[in-house]
Structure formats: C-alpha cells, structure tokens
C-alpha cells in the first residue's frame, strides 16, 4: 500500500530519470559542471521546479527522460560487451 500512497512511485521514477539525465549532461558536456555547482547553491531559495531548469531539466517535457534512457542504453551496451568479452 505505502508504495502507491503520495505517489510514491512516481517520484521515485521522476529522481531516477532526473539523475539520469544529471549524469548524461556531465559525460557531455565540460560546462556543465559549473551550472550544477551553481544549481546546488540556489538550495530552497527557488522551487525545485525553477532550479531544475538552470540545469537544463524541465519536468514538463520529456528530454529529461530521453537522457537518462540514453545513459541508461549506454552502460547496457557496456555490460553486453563486457559479457561477450568474459565468456
């Protein structure tokens, strides 16, 4: 029951793909490490809606999932290889 009430799942999902998408900036580009030092600093001084956009994350459309998909089809891909590599 606990995991249904407060949509609990859904938040879990939304930080996953939201980290996800975190990580996939940082392998991509150099410069994004200074806007996530910067989105760290705003702590609750914003919603987290509004800080999330200064990290490229606007939980009303979908890029940010297509992110984390992306990183999580890349470290799938390293797997495969590295079981086709040990067997």
Avoid: R
Wanted: hydrophobic fraction near 45%; glycine fraction near 4%; aromatic fraction near 14%.
């Amino acid at each position: 029951y606990y995991l249904y009430e407060s949509f609990y799942l859904w938040q879990y999902a939304t930080g996953l793909a939201i980290a996800g998408s975190i990580v996939y900036q940082l392998q991509h580009s150099n410069d994004f490490v200074n806007e996530y030092i910067a989105f760290l600093s705003l702590g609750k001084s914003v919603s987290i809606t509004e800080a999330l956009k200064t990290i490229h994350i606007d939980l009303t459309d979908g890029h940010y999932i297509e992110n984390a998909l992306t990183l999580l089809e890349t470290l799938l891909s390293q797997l495969e290889s590295f079981m086709a590599q040990s067997s």
